[in-house]
Every structure is written in structure tokens, then in C-alpha cells.
């Protein structure tokens, strides 16, 4: 059983559109929610990171919001480009589980020109 | 610098038939990692190590074996293949457990016949 469970498992947006994938847990020991993109033929890399004590966190066109009392997080991706098609997963990790990793199922994200 | 590297690139087997699938790192991380990616399942973690000479068990240790030799190297072997070990394995390794950064090799595509 997945402890972060991730939405919508696919879209697609026009060029210069946002994306918006979700992330929600239930675990209240995470305490800390990195998102990896990955390239078709490629491992996963890390894109963006955030920590509970912090609503939302910029890095360019990728913003995380964090809601800690729903328990849930949510990557935004603002002015979508084609070079930003790839399979972005949200993870959580907590001390009290060595902090391995857990990650959500995925979601692949399309840009069309 | 070359990273996170992995051999082979991909693999076909019958049931049955063992291999090891190596993972090498030039950034002189502790800790290393084996997942194993599955659609609609995202990544989950098979063993890990938190040094050389140790090993844990991840999520989904069943099937599989691992080795930590040297501190640079980690096996993932199979000793007996099934077709539910098909799948695209990726290797990581961290500074430590508690570094906010995986990083990850290119990943082996194996399937078993």
C-alpha cells in the first residue's frame, strides 16, 4: 500500500499553460516531500523539495504548496514548456522509517506545442 | 565525474536464471539504493545500504539479494528469475540517509521470459 498517494496519473496541457499534480499522505512523521522528474530512458532527478514548517517554496517556473493540516502537497508547474514532458513523482520521507523515501505512483505530463 | 552508473543497460532472461546487476558511484556516498520501477506503481525500494559491508531490507526484498563490498559498488542479484520480476531497476546513492538529494543511475531494463 502506497503511504503518498499522487493525482492525476497523466494530463496534458497546451505550451505556456499550468500543470498541477497533487500528492496527498497520512503518514504525520514525513518531514520531507522532494519531487524527482523523470526523461523518458532516464532515472529520476530531483527537481524541488520542501519541508512541513514552510507553505510553499519557488524554484523558477516549479512551485511546491504544502497544506499540512489536510496533509497534502501539490507541484505547479507555471508556463509549461515541451521540455518540461516528463514523469514527475512526489516522495515523502520520515526519521522514524530511516528515511527511506516513499514514493507516489507518478504522473506523466505532456506539453503540447 | 560520472555519477550514478549501472550495467547492463537491459537484460532478458528465462525463468529461473540468475544474474547480478551492479551499480557503481564515483561521489563517495555512504549510503546506496535499489528500486525497482513499475507503471502505476512508481519506485519502490528492494534493499539498501548505509555503508560498506551492510545491507537492509527495503520494501520489496523478496527475490532478491544484494552486496556492499566495496564502498563504490552495489550488487543487486537474482538467483532465481520469475516474470514478476520484470521491470526497469534504477540504483541510487546519498551522502547520507538524512541528505535531502538520490541520486540516480540510468536504470536496467530487465525482462523475464
Known amino acids: 500500500q502506497q503511504q503518498v498517494k499522487q493525482s492525476p496519473q497523466s494530463l496534458i496541457v497546451q505550451k505556456g499553460g499550468i500543470s498541477i499534480i497533487n500528492c496527498a499522505y497520512e503518514n504525520t512523521a514525513f518531514d520531507y516531500f522532494p519531487w524527482y522528474q523523470q526523461f523518458p530512458g532516464k532515472g529520476p532527478a530531483l527537481l524541488i523539495a520542501?519541508?512541513?514548517?514552510?507553505s510553499e517554496k519557488k524554484e523558477g517556473r516549479f512551485t511546491i504548496s504544502f497544506n499540512k493540516s489536510a496533509k497534502q502537497f501539490s507541484l505547479h508547474i507555471m508556463d509549461s514548456q515541451p521540455g518540461d514532458s516528463a514523469t514527475y513523482f512526489c516522495a515523502a520521507r520520515a526519521r522514524s522509517n530511516d528515511y527511506k523515501l516513499s514514493f507516489g505512483a507518478g504522473t506523466t505530463v505532456t506539453v503540447r506545442a | 565525474n560520472a555519477g550514478v552508473t549501472q550495467t547492463p543497460k537491459f537484460r532478458v532472461l528465462k525463468t529461473g536464471q540468475s544474474m547480478t546487476l551492479l551499480c557503481a558511484q564515483d561521489?563517495?556516498?555512504?549510503?546506496m539504493y535499489w528500486y525497482r520501477q513499475d507503471p502505476g506503481m512508481g519506485l519502490r525500494l528492494i534493499h539498501y545500504?548505509?555503508?560498506?559491508?551492510?545491507?537492509a531490507k527495503g520494501e520489496v526484498p523478496d527475490g532478491y539479494n544484494v552486496s556492499r563490498l566495496k564502498k563504490q559498488n552495489f550488487l543487486l542479484g537474482l538467483e532465481s528469475a520469475a516474470p514478476s520480476q520484470t521491470s526497469v531497476y534504477f540504483c541510487?546513492?546519498?551522502?547520507?540517509?538524512?541528505?535531502?538529494?538520490?541520486?540516480f543511475g540510468p536504470g536496467t531494463r530487465l525482462t523475464v521470459l
Open positions: 520542501i519541508r512541513p514548517d514552510v
Open positions: 541510487a546513492s546519498s551522502y547520507s540517509l538524512g541528505t535531502d538529494t538520490q541520486y
Open positions: 561521489m563517495n556516498h555512504e549510503y
Open positions: 545500504s548505509v555503508g560498506e559491508g551492510t545491507t
